[in-house]
């Protein structure tokens, strides 16, 4: 068996940031969220097993999809009995829209992570304790011995500016 060290650390690196898009479709494809950390699990699991196959010259998400698909008309099968379970052509559709966005995710993506780079590294840090890490402001505040109020304003400015700036870089992709 393969130990996780052996692993590419860009495979490790792709895989986990695509957790979220991931978890985004599986959810879409089951029309709910419950089983569907079970379902990304499963995912998971095939993508590691399978990490040797992953071309990285080309995009990771297109190819995790379709792991997740087969995942999901898993679940599915065994799920026929239920009249919960969304048809076979839904869920096609359901995929092939994710699957058509993905090239606008991966250009909003790209904007804010350089959005990101940007930014002074006290925001950076702000927004991965709040965000990253989940602490909520509270406990960010407490912390950095700020006033809740500051801090939940001073976040709101940093959201709206990463905004404006994805929105510009967005925009300038469009120009000829």
């Not at 060290?5 to 895989?15: C, G, N, T, Y």
């Not at 959810?27 to 071309?55: F, H, I, P």
Request: charged share 25%.
């Amino acid at each position: 068996m393969t130990e996780p060290s052996d692993f590419p650390a860009d495979f490790v690196q792709r895989l986990t940031a695509a957790q979220s898009a991931l978890y985004a479709f599986i959810c879409g494809l089951m029309g709910g969220l419950e089983q569907s950390q079970d379902v990304l699990q499963d995912t998971n699991v095939k993508l590691w097993k399978r990490s040797a196959e992953y071309d990285a010259s080309r995009p990771f998400l297109p190819w995790a999809y379709s792991f997740a698909r087969w995942e999901v008309m898993a679940w599915r099968k065994k799920q026929q009995r239920s009249r919960l379970v969304l048809d076979d052509d839904l869920v096609a559709r359901v995929a092939s829209h994710f699957e058509a966005s993905l090239p606008q995710a991966e250009r909003e993506l790209a904007a804010l992570e350089g959005c990101l780079a940007r930014l002074p590294e006290r925001q950076r840090a702000l927004l991965e304790a709040r965000y990253g890490q989940g602490e909520t402001v509270r406990a960010v505040a407490r912390r950095l011995g700020q006033p809740e109020n500051a801090l939940a304003a001073l976040l709101y400015r940093v959201r709206k500016g990463l905004h404006d700036c994805i929105t510009a870089t967005l925009m300038q992709e469009k120009l000829p």
